[in-house]
Nanobody, 124 residues
């Protein structure tokens, strides 16, 4: 099992930046692909980024590629999302999520453990 806790959300103007962090507990962080998933009001959960358990591969949604950067530190058990050039359409609750050890992480449904989420609001 892995427990996840996000931090770093907030309110920012369009064009600004925010940095989200996720801290994990448990012994399996380094064997799990991790992801950031977001959900805007009235919409389905959306895959933002997935990062392989060893950090060697990072998959971005087209909507954030070139603006968001994901990274992980397996020693500190942390996942970070640097969000730049934010747009009002990035407004959502952002969830840190973990996939099953050494399994696929390409879809929202691949993520089995979730944090509580952190709100990101981008004003125009």
């Amino acid at each position: 099992q892995v427990q996840l806790e996000e931090s770093g959300g907030g309110l920012v103007q369009a064009g600004g930046s925010l940095r989200l962090s996720c801290t994990a507990s448990g012994d399996t962080f380094s064997s799990r692909a991790m992801g950031w998933i977001r959900q805007a009001p009235g919409k389905e959960r959306e895959y933002v980024v997935g990062i392989k358990w060893d950090g060697s591969t990072v998959r971005y949604a087209d909507s954030v590629r070139g603006r968001f950067i994901a990274s992980r530190d397996n020693i500190k058990k942390q996942l970070v999302l640097q969000m730049n050039d934010l747009k009002p359409e990035d407004t959502a609750v952002y969830y840190c999520a973990a996939a099953t050890p050494y399994q696929r992480y390409h879809y929202v449904s691949d993520f089995k453990s979730w944090g509580r989420g952190t709100q990101v609001t981008v004003s125009s």
